[in-house]
């Protein structure tokens, strides 16, 4: 299995980024996706989820009408819309996939390798 995330980069305060991950080697259509992010020193917590059928999401309460999560079934892939980013959303950006856990704890089975996200001041 492989969870390639793209689209990180620098952007200033209040600008957008669009984060995707690629997904390889597993039936995508049976997987709840989570989107994660570290930030230095700091512990991996959980941003969105969305299930397999699309039909629920999750998002941590700082990113609520900020981020969106999306995915397409068939190009096997799950985004991460973020709108009037904060210097302190930078942090690496992790995709997860899960075929029973959609929650935010980092209990999904398959981790991509993270996609760094700056946002100056």
């Known amino acids: 299995v492989q969870l390639q995330a793209s689209g990180g980069g620098l952007v200033q305060a209040g600008g957008s980024l669009r984060l995707s991950c690629a997904a390889s080697g597993l039936t995508f259509s049976n997987y709840n996706m989570g989107w994660f992010r570290q930030a230095p020193g700091k512990e991996r917590e959980f941003v969105s989820a969305i299930s397999w059928s699309g039909s629920r999401i999750s998002h941590q309460d700082s990113v609520k009408g900020r981020f969106s999560i999306s995915r397409d079934n068939v190009k096997n892939t799950v985004s991460l819309q973020m709108n009037s980013l904060k210097p302190e959303d930078t942090a690496v950006y992790y995709c997860?996939?899960?075929?029973?856990?959609?929650?935010?704890?980092?209990?999904?089975?398959?981790w991509g390798q993270g996609t760094l996200v700056t946002v100056s001041s």
């Open positions: 997860a996939a899960d075929r029973i856990h959609m929650g935010s704890l980092p209990e999904y089975a398959y």
